[in-house]
């Protein structure tokens, strides 16, 4: 399943496939971004970050794609299971100019149907 | 448990009170962090502090906020004269400033307020 971040806020898909997570930002300066996991009460928990000079990193059944043109960012979770329900939000770091400050996107509500 | 605390948890309080909130960071963590996230929204920053300097408190959403770490340590965020307005989760974070620019911030569970 996929998102596209802001204009479709909310992602449902089966337990075992593959989710694509969107994500469009503002600045072009930005030259650090974070992908955040949001449980329901608790606070967001890191995931998987990449610089600016990097179009893909990859963690442990995560991957983050990075498209400086156009601005984008996306979150790809392999075999998707019910504990990654949860909200996702991609935060750009915009650098020492702005007092190194995180500006983070409404966010995606995924939901993992078992 | 990423390490960072928060105290307390929840608080309900009047408008027109004073409240305060403590943060306590990862011991080794230089950078701290406080947002505050509204329902359905992402996190807010509102400013952030590199060991006991604030380095950037614009974002501060008015003069009745304020916030301090006096020793490098904890710090405190403190709203005078609440308003119903300010009725939200407000989020600490920290981070370790690494010369490669890579400064992934732990956050901590939050303190919710409720403003009646």
């Known amino acids: 399943g996929e998102s596209v971040g802001l204009h479709l806020p909310t992602l449902s898909v089966q337990e075992g496939d593959n989710s694509i997570i969107n994500c469009a930002y503002s600045?072009?300066?930005?030259?650090?971004f974070i992908w955040y996991k949001q449980e329901s009460g608790k606070g967001p928990q890191f995931i998987i970050d990449?610089?600016?000079?990097?179009d893909k990193r990859q963690g442990q059944r995560v991957t983050v794609l990075l498209n400086k043109t156009v601005k984008h960012l996306s979150l790809q979770i392999a075999a998707t299971q019910p504990g990654d329900s949860a909200v996702y939000f991609c935060a750009e770091n915009m650098g020492a100019n702005t007092g190194n400050q995180f500006y983070f996107g409404t966010g995606t509500s995924l939901t993992v149907i078992p | 448990d990423t390490g960072v605390s928060q105290d307390p948890r929840h608080k309900i309080t009047k408008r027109g009170q004073n409240v305060t909130f403590r943060c306590d960071p990862i011991?080794?963590?230089?950078?701290l962090y406080w947002y505050r996230q509204t329902l359905g929204q992402g996190p807010e920053f509102l400013t952030y502090?590199?060991?006991?300097?604030?380095?950037?408190k614009s974002r501060l959403l008015s003069d009745r906020f304020s916030a301090e770490r006096p020793k490098g340590s904890f710090s405190t965020l403190e709203i005078q004269r609440t308003e119903q307005g300010d009725s939200a989760m407000y989020l600490c974070a920290s981070s370790f400033n690494r010369d490669s620019g890579s400064y992934e911030q732990y956050f901590g569970p939050g303190t919710r307020l409720t403003v009646t």
């Open positions: 011991s080794e963590h230089n950078r």
């Open positions: 502090f590199q060991n006991e300097a604030q380095l950037e």
């Open positions: 600045n072009s300066a930005s030259d650090y």
């Open positions: 990449i610089r600016s000079n990097m």
